[in-house]
């Protein structure tokens, strides 16, 4: 072949292309292994953050086998899904399906023999998805922790989200009232129980993590309500009552 005509300099170039391609092709297959347990390391290095416990990504299999005592999914009724963990679930697919076919993970963990109910959340900021893990005292209300990271928001401004003296604002607040996600992220939102104070300059970030967490929140008040340890005092009082009406019955 002439090397002084187009057609060689076409076919040379076609040829490197397919050479090359077929390398990242057999490099991507051979790497997605390792990819896939650097993002589940990942993962678990973000949930233990978000009750306070801080490990370097290599660290965070043997600590997440100290810290997190059980994780399951559960059905838009509040009820377990058998043979499904919540590690296994994607969030990201989930949340564009209707609720009655979505996956609800939960995570329980332990900090000083305390139980921890993490839940994992997922939203949109300005520019693309953003999520996090927002932890809950054993009282299913109180905030007792939280992490947030995003894929490119602004930086200086909405990237803020994932920066320590963003999530640290949540710690002791409120979520619910009366069966209703109340809590929300606003500009110099510092005074009550149920708000932080937004990123300066990053008011759509912000709402973003406001809505994230009322969208996602709201999908476990059916698993909250059967486990609320104010359900079993409300039964325990009952039966007192009833025990009660009855020894007076007998008495009389």
């Known amino acids: 072949m002439d090397v002084n005509k187009n057609t060689y300099t076409i076919v040379f170039a076609a040829i490197m292309v397919i050479i090359i391609a077929a390398i990242l092709s057999v490099t991507s297959l051979r790497l997605e292994s390792l990819q896939d347990i650097n993002i589940a390391l990942e993962k678990k290095q973000n949930i233990l953050k978000s009750i306070g416990v801080e490990v370097s990504r290599d660290s965070s299999e043997e600590a997440y086998s100290i810290y997190i005592k059980e994780e399951f999914a559960l059905n838009h009724l509040g009820e377990k899904k058998g043979g499904l963990s919540a590690l296994g679930v ?33 939203g949109k900021g300005l520019w693309g998805p953003i999520w996090g893990f927002i932890a809950l005292n054993d009282d299913l209300n109180m905030v007792f922790g939280s992490s947030f990271d995003h894929k490119k928001e602004t930086p200086g401004l909405g990237a803020e989200i994932n920066r320590d003296f963003f999530s ?8 619910y009232e009366n069966d209703l996600v109340k809590f929300e992220v606003k500009k110099n939102g510092k005074g009550g129980p149920y708000e932080v104070d937004g990123i300066s300059g990053g008011t759509i970030t912000s709402n973003g993590v406001t809505n994230m967490i009322q969208e996602r929140l709201a999908k476990y008040l059916p698993y909250f309500d059967r486990i609320r340890p104010s359900n079993e005092v409300d039964s325990v009082l009952l039966q007192m009552d009833s025990t009660k009406v009855e020894n007076e019955i007998i008495l009389d």
């Open 90 to 122: 994607n969030l990201a697919k989930e949340v564009k399906k209707k609720i009655n076919n979505q996956s609800l993970p939960v995570y329980i963990g332990e900090i000083n023999r305390e139980k921890k109910y993490i839940i994992p959340l997922r």
């Open 168 to 175: 640290n604002q949540f710690k002791n607040k409120l979520i």
